[in-house]
């Protein structure tokens, strides 16, 4: 009480309405103190006035319960962001628990891609730049512009894997490989490719990305569920 009104000053401290209740419950508190101390001095608790004022005494100290209102809901306040927080953080684990089987699955389709451009360098290096550029289909000439299209080098051959995982014209380059090398095992490789890419690993990788959605969608709710009790409690 004394230290309260030291750090806040005598101003602010009777600015705040709770505050000048609690200076009346200490001052009337220590008057009653005071009060009974002479009585019992004065042996005179034996009367009916002083037992009733001794009462009365007794009583204004359970008037001290109506203090605790304010602070009942500051309490609230933060056992409801307690429960939050740890939502949260049962949230953010399953989240990266599904991140966990996400990096997996992002390590296998590199190494997928790795695996298959290296196969594309060393079987379907099919072609030279002069010989794209005098070929007789222009649809072979406009799509590669002489380079692109081609297994002749690492990062090449990673181009037309990526286009054949996005499904841009995909067909392009199993056309032009198959034409300039001329056998079956090439569209086998580039089809195998394809397949496995989009029906195997982009279905798992949309499944666990799903998988997140879901989960952080069953933690929204379970927080909305909470800031509902959290408002009743308070009305």
Same mark, same amino acid.
């Given at each position: ?86 939502? /949260? ?5 399953? #989240? !990266?628990?599904?991140?966990? %089987? +996400?990096?997996?699955? *992002?390590? $296998?389709? &590199? ?28 649809? /072979? ?5 002489? #380079? !692109?299209?081609?297994?002749? %080098? +690492?990062?090449?051959? *990673?181009? $037309?894997? &990526? ?73």
């Amino acid at each position: 009480f004394i230290v309260k009104i030291i750090g806040l000053g005598v101003t602010d401290y009777f600015k705040d309405n709770w505050n000048k209740f609690d200076f009346f419950l200490v001052v009337t508190s220590l008057v009653m103190n005071v009060t009974v101390n002479l009585l019992k001095s004065a042996r005179s608790l034996r009367s009916a006035k002083s037992l009733r004022f001794l009462r009365i005494a007794r009583s204004q100290r359970a008037l001290r319960l109506l203090k605790f209102v304010k602070k009942i809901k500051g309490l609230n306040m933060i056992l409801t962001s307690a429960a939050t927080f740890q939502r /949260i953080k049962s949230i953010l684990e399953k #989240t !990266l628990m599904c991140l966990t %089987s +996400f990096n997996i699955i *992002m390590t $296998i389709l &590199f190494i997928t891609f790795y695996f298959y451009t290296l196969l594309g360098c060393e079987v379907l290096h099919y072609t030279s730049e002069q010989e794209v550029k005098h070929a007789d289909d222009e649809s /072979i000439t406009l799509y590669t512009g002489g #380079t !692109l299209g081609n297994f002749q %080098s +690492f990062l090449d051959g *990673m181009l $037309i894997n &990526f286009q054949i995982l996005t499904g841009s014209g995909w067909h392009y380059p199993v056309f032009v490989t198959e034409v300039y090398n001329g056998f079956w095992l090439t569209s086998f490789i580039l089809i195998s490719f394809h397949l496995i890419i989009t029906y195997i690993l982009k279905s798992v990788l949309l499944g666990m990305i799903w998988e997140v959605f879901i989960i952080v969608k069953g933690g929204d709710d379970e927080l909305s569920k909470d800031f509902d009790l959290s408002e009743e409690s308070e009305k």
